[in-house]
């Protein structure tokens, strides 16, 4: 670790979701590497040293680099924020840059993001003893105001972090927990990976609102984009959601529960609930966009990485997923194309063939 108790930080992916990281982390003093691709996402926060935060001060960045060797060396922990479709490869290029000791902490990590990265890695020869730890959700939901300007909005104040195998979570949440004060070990990565809000929320918001989408017709995604219809499919899906993770053995909450154990946010119902997140001075809302077409994240990524493993493990555990796999099928026509090729299926996560006990003692112990 860092002197007096900070970490040395390395984040791959200059994301949204990377930055806010910078933020959060920068003014909390630790010693942060930025890392991505795409040099043209790097330009300007190297050009500033990092970033400004409203409130709060400048956030360094001591190193921002292209080069993921020089962004790792050294690092005590390595957050990956580059989306779900892009762990598995992000594990193959770290595998022989890897040391002794290190963390790896998915945020976040979908539905099934540690199996995955732990697949790959020893796919790819990694035998440094690494921990593979995933969050449930992004920590953090800000405003960025300029290209190396946020403004804090929202430190969520439910979080889970499991790591895979089970066995390791303590000792991985032993040293995520100074980064993330509101955060808590969770047993499982069922626990985080069935608390996925993104899958819940955003896929069937497209789904129903793809006219607006497709016509570019800007919406306030959730106050406007969540009608009582809406709510009602959310309700279907989220229901199969936490059937399927207590058949693996993990309580998860309802999406109810998850606002407002989350967010503070209660509304007489989803609707209300969604309006209010949107609408508050705080609401973490305000700044959700409408995608500018299908072809979004909130399709492409959180289909693959978030509904479909939930559907085939609910088939693995005998649990009836017929909300889900409908929404799976839709969103999939409207696209116009098939989302296999990125999809955790039972095979890639590990898992085929299993019954629950066998997955619940995967997910405990490793696939040793």
């Given at each position: 670790m860092a002197e007096h108790g900070k970490a040395t930080v390395a984040i791959i992916g200059a994301g949204i979701g990377g930055l806010y990281l910078i933020a959060e982390l920068g003014c909390a003093g630790h010693a942060l590497r930025l890392h991505d691709i795409d040099d043209a996402k790097l330009a300007d926060v190297r050009e500033r040293g990092g970033?400004?935060?409203?409130?709060?001060?400048?956030?360094?960045?001591?190193?921002?680099?292209?080069?993921?060797?020089?962004?790792?060396?050294?690092?005590?922990?390595?957050?990956?924020?580059?989306?779900?479709?892009?762990?598995?490869?992000?594990?193959?290029?770290?595998?022989?840059?890897?040391?002794?000791?290190?963390?790896?902490?998915?945020?976040?990590g979908n539905t099934g993001g540690a199996l995955v990265v732990r697949r790959a890695l020893d796919a790819a020869g990694c035998r440094a003893p690494v921990d593979v730890s995933e969050m449930d959700n992004y920590p953090y939901s800000n405003l960025r105001l300029g290209p190396t300007r946020i403004k804090p909005i929202v430190r969520k104040r439910f979080l889970q972090i499991a790591a895979f195998p089970g066995t390791r979570s303590d000792a991985a949440f032993a040293r995520l927990a100074p980064l993330f004060p509101t955060a808590v070990a969770a047993p499982t990565v069922v626990h985080t990976g069935f608390t996925n809000a993104n899958a819940m929320l955003h896929v069937a918001n497209c789904v129903a609102n793809a006219t607006k989408i497709e016509r570019a017709e800007s919406y306030k995604f959730y106050a406007e984009g969540v009608t009582p219809a809406v709510a009602r499919l959310y309700e279907a899906i989220n229901a199969e959601r936490v059937a399927v993770a207590a058949a693996l053995g993990a309580s998860v909450p309802t999406l109810a529960d998850w606002f407002e154990r989350t967010y503070g946010v209660r509304g007489a119902d989803l609707v209300e609930t969604c309006?209010?997140?949107?609408?508050?001075?705080?609401?973490?809302?305000?700044?959700?966009?409408?995608?500018k077409s299908l072809e979004h994240k909130f399709i492409v990524e959180d289909v693959p990485t978030g509904l479909v493993p939930m559907a085939a493990l609910g088939a693995a555990a005998g649990v009836a997923t017929p909300a889900l796999s409908a929404l799976i099928d839709i969103a999939q026509r409207l696209l116009g194309r098939s989302l296999a090729a990125e999809a955790r299926t039972l095979e890639r996560l590990g898992l085929a063939g299993m019954t629950a006990a066998q997955i619940r003692r995967v997910v405990e112990h490793g696939f040793g």
């Open positions: 970033l400004d935060v409203e409130g709060r001060g400048f956030a360094a960045v001591a190193r921002v680099t292209t080069d993921l060797a020089a962004a790792v060396d050294g690092a005590d922990i390595i957050v990956v924020c580059t989306g779900g479709n892009a762990q598995e490869a992000v594990a193959r290029a770290l595998a022989p840059r890897l040391h002794d000791g290190q963390t790896i902490l998915l945020i976040q309006q209010l997140l949107t609408t508050n001075r705080d609401g973490p809302y305000q700044a959700t966009g409408t995608p």
